[in-house]
């Protein structure tokens, strides 16, 4: 079965500052990986994904991540961050296995503090 | 274009009741999904429909709790009767299958935050 690692349960950053949020996958077949965003009181929104292709996936918001097959990593970065970044993050994994229509096999979320 | 429409946005109840939630996914979607999202945790699947059919409800607890999808359109999941531990938020996601060997986005609704008593 397939797992995912987030392994910050909170990351501060001043305002203007880059971050890094790291996401570490376990599975014995090859994956899809996104981040998600959730902001309070309002459901999950897709930041990006990758399926193939481009190491470098760029997303919404001046996110992007990394997909690292020898590290089973995808960790998501922003250059500059602002206040309304604060968030709950969180990174999930599809198995290509199953087509792509499987149920998303998430993390347990960083949450992303901005301090002014 | 709407969105996911989930209802009600909140519930209280107290233990040994039932209790239900709807969801209407985006027009013409044709996969929907069901998540529990636990406090300080990740969602976790409950059930997924292609249509009409429920093509993966491995992880649904059926002892208490059922789902139905009539028409391919709107979702109920129901839980009968409660218990603490059902205290979670209830999400219901859609999604847009053409063909398999993609990963379709997920789109999720705002969720249902159920209190058990």
């Known amino acids: 079965a397939q797992s995912v690692t987030q392994l910050d349960s909170q990351v501060p950053v001043f305002e203007e500052a880059p971050v890094e949020l790291r996401c570490n996958y376990s599975s014995s077949v090859s994956v899809y990986l996104f981040w998600y965003v959730q902001y309070p009181n309002q459901g999950l929104q897709l930041l990006l994904k990758?399926?193939?292709?481009?190491?470098l996936v760029k997303g919404i918001n001046g996110f992007e991540a990394e997909f690292n097959k020898s590290q089973t990593s995808f960790h998501l970065r922003k250059p500059s961050v602002h206040i309304s970044d604060t968030a709950e993050y969180f990174c999930a994994v599809i198995l290509l296995s199953g087509g792509g229509a499987d149920g998303l096999t998430f993390g347990k979320g960083t949450h992303l503090i901005i301090q002014p | 274009e709407a969105g996911v429409v989930q209802s009600p946005r909140y519930k209280i109840i107290e233990k040994k009741q039932p209790v239900a939630f709807w969801c209407n996914p985006i027009s013409g979607h044709n996969t929907l999904y069901w998540y529990r999202q636990n406090l300080g945790q990740g969602p976790e699947l409950l059930i997924r429909?292609?249509?009409?059919?429920?093509?993966?409800d491995s992880q649904l607890p059926k002892d208490r709790f059922s789902a139905e999808r009539l028409k391919g359109v709107d979702s109920t999941l129901k839980i009968q009767p409660a218990e603490l531990g059902d205290s979670a938020v209830y999400l219901c996601?859609?999604?847009?299958?053409?063909?398999?060997?993609?990963?379709?986005?997920?789109?999720f609704g705002p969720g249902t935050r159920l209190t058990v008593l």
């Open positions: 429909y292609e249509n009409e059919e429920a093509v993966d």
């Open positions: 990758y399926l193939s292709g481009s190491t």
């Open positions: 996601a859609s999604s847009l299958r053409l063909y398999s060997g993609r990963a379709d986005t997920q789109y």
